[in-house]
């Protein structure tokens, strides 16, 4: 019986959670036959959804989930970056903070004081980040949740040394792929898929409903044009402010169109 060299042996695969609901650890998880081939490939050194196996590190790669949210997370991250060769982050928690970046656009002390009993005791920051706020991440994959195909793909572009080969464009594109009819050409539905990032396959427009911007913003999202053409469907600012504050409230291009919209007085 032959073992293998450190040369030889697998990469070390760690996946981690931060601040997150663990959809996007579901989806690796969700890929049945494909992770078989996937665990051939590399050593799952970590990841508590799937095995209590502990492999120490370095890590080749490092799958992370989940939003920078007290003080110990920030601390938390620099370490995992410390031990991983390559850090990809996988959802719109980790790459833009997530549904808890609402907390972002008011006082985190009166969130507290709301909910727990003696505030005194949580430990918090006042915002809830993207991982890439606090250290450098060599490849972000958007979703609430993730793709699994877009995550099997990053993986393999990992494993092959090679650059993902994922969508830029957005949600429209998917829609007359699938030969979907426009629903707010259509319907008059207000919909974010011509500023959402591709990746459900347009799910909700494929029942008439309009994209809600799971996948957070496309590349040069034009959000300004998009919420003209809301407002001529009657859609009013406090609801456009809504739209853009959803599992994505806190990337960039959504941010910046929320607020444009929280004091407007058209």
């Known amino acids: ?15 981690w959670k931060f601040a997150s609901c663990d959809g996007c650890q579901l989806s690796l998880l969700d890929c049945e036959d494909e992770l ?4 051939g490939a590399v050593e799952i050194a970590y990841f508590p959804e799937a095995t209590r196996a502990v492999v120490r590190g370095p890590y080749d790669l490092s799958l992370v989930e989940g939003s920078i949210t007290t003080p ?30 609402l907390r972002n656009f008011t006082e985190v002390d009166d969130l507290t004081a709301a909910v727990y009993a003696t505030p ?25 949740p993730i793709n699994k195909d877009q995550l099997l ?5 990992f494993l092959h040394g090679r650059k993902p080969n994922t969508p830029t464009y957005s949600v429209c594109m998917e829609c007359k792929r699938r030969g979907t009819v426009c629903v707010m050409v259509a ?15 347009a799910l909700c427009p494929a029942y008439n409903r309009g994209c809600f911007g ?24 406090p609801q456009l402010m ?20 929280e004091h407007a007085d058209h």
């Open 214 to 237: 799971c996948f957070g913003p496309m590349e040069t999202p034009n959000t300004a044009a998009l919420s003209a053409w809301w407002r001529r469907l009657g859609v009013a600012d």
């Open 72 to 101: 110990h997370d920030v601390e938390r991250i620099k370490r995992i970056r410390k031990q991983s060769k390559t850090l990809i982050t996988i959802g719109a928690c980790a790459t833009a903070g997530g549904i808890q970046a």
């Open 120 to 144: 005194a005791y949580i430990d918090t920051l006042a915002k809830s980040m993207p991982i890439a706020d606090h250290v450098f991440v060599d490849f972000e994959l958007r979703g609430c």
């Open 36 to 39: 078989l081939a996937v665990a």
């Open 242 to 261: 809504r739209a853009f504050r959803s599992f994505n409230a806190g990337a960039e291009a959504f941010r910046k169109e929320s607020e444009a919209h």
């Open 1 to 15: 019986m032959t073992t293998k060299t450190n040369a030889e042996r697998n990469p070390k695969l760690a996946v």
């Open 187 to 201: 319907a008059h539905t207000p919909c974010l898929g011509p500023v959402t990032h591709a990746g459900c396959d």
């Open 153 to 157: 793909e990053v993986i393999s572009a």
